[in-house]
């Protein structure tokens, strides 16, 4: 089911307040999570940032992804994927992740966030990077990816870059998708965001319409990261 963790129709969140209001009329739905900020980032270029090759004997414990709803507190799972999280404290040191959106939200069957690529459009990935091996991939069984689960988005094997996901809710999905981090605070928020839900904008008429997979609705923008 999953290539890769892409949103299939991309605009940039800062657009997203003008297209769903015409959606939200009817419903009464909200379109924002209690105690976040505005959005001010947009897509932009990856940076460049040199690729370690072998793995760092030395890494943080963890990860805190400071967002404009709050921060997202993530335990690193260093001994289980320490590839990974090589790649991934590097991306974050070089602040490659500073002022990106998380672009996907699932909300039915795969309960995920969708974040690390800083081009918003679900195909960035750092410039000059070869993908990566997998590793720490669980067993083909339901519920294989629970909720607090942090794992990397891919296209097929050894093809990892930078883009994540984060699992709000039990999740079944083909065991391909490195697990690196477990979120130890902050899974609240992102409850509420899949309340809001995502959406998507038919081409045809230019509106956004409720959708399963899309943007969500209350834009997500990663603001730093900070490593202990």
């Not at 209001?21 to 947009?42: E, F, H, I, L, Y």
């Not at 998380?102 to 800083?118: A, E, K, N």
């Not at 067993?139 to 050894?158: F, I, Q």
């Not at 839900?197 to 230019?206: A, H, I, K, L, P």
Request: proline fraction near 7%; include cysteine.
């Amino acid at each position: 089911m999953l290539k890769k963790l892409v949103a299939p129709t991309f605009m940039s969140l800062v657009l997203c307040a003008m297209f769903i209001s015409p959606v939200v009329q009817a419903a009464q739905r909200p379109t924002t999570v209690s105690g976040c900020a505005a959005v001010t980032a947009k897509g932009h270029t990856p940076m460049k940032v040199l690729e370690p090759m072998a793995v760092n004997k030395s890494l943080p414990k963890t990860m805190t992804l400071v967002t404009n709803c709050g921060s997202i507190v993530i335990s690193l799972l260093s001994k289980q994927a320490p590839l990974t999280v090589t790649k991934i404290t590097a991306l974050a040191k070089a602040k490659y992740f500073n002022a990106s959106l998380c672009h996907r939200l699932t909300t039915d069957g795969l309960f995920v966030l969708q974040c690390g690529d800083p081009t918003a459009s679900g195909s960035g990935s750092p410039t000059g990077w070869k993908g990566y091996a997998d590793e720490n991939l669980p067993a083909n069984k339901a519920a294989n990816y629970p909720a607090g689960t942090v794992a990397m988005a891919n296209s097929g094997p050894k093809t990892n870059g930078s883009q994540f996901f984060l699992v709000y809710k039990d999740t079944q999905l083909p065991p391909n998708y490195t697990i690196w981090g477990k979120i130890t605070s902050g899974i609240d928020f992102l409850v509420k965001l899949s309340e809001v839900g995502s959406f998507t904008v038919n081409q045809s008429d230019g509106k956004a319409y409720y959708a399963t997979d899309g943007n969500p609705i209350q834009g997500v923008e990663i603001k730093s990261v900070t490593l202990r």
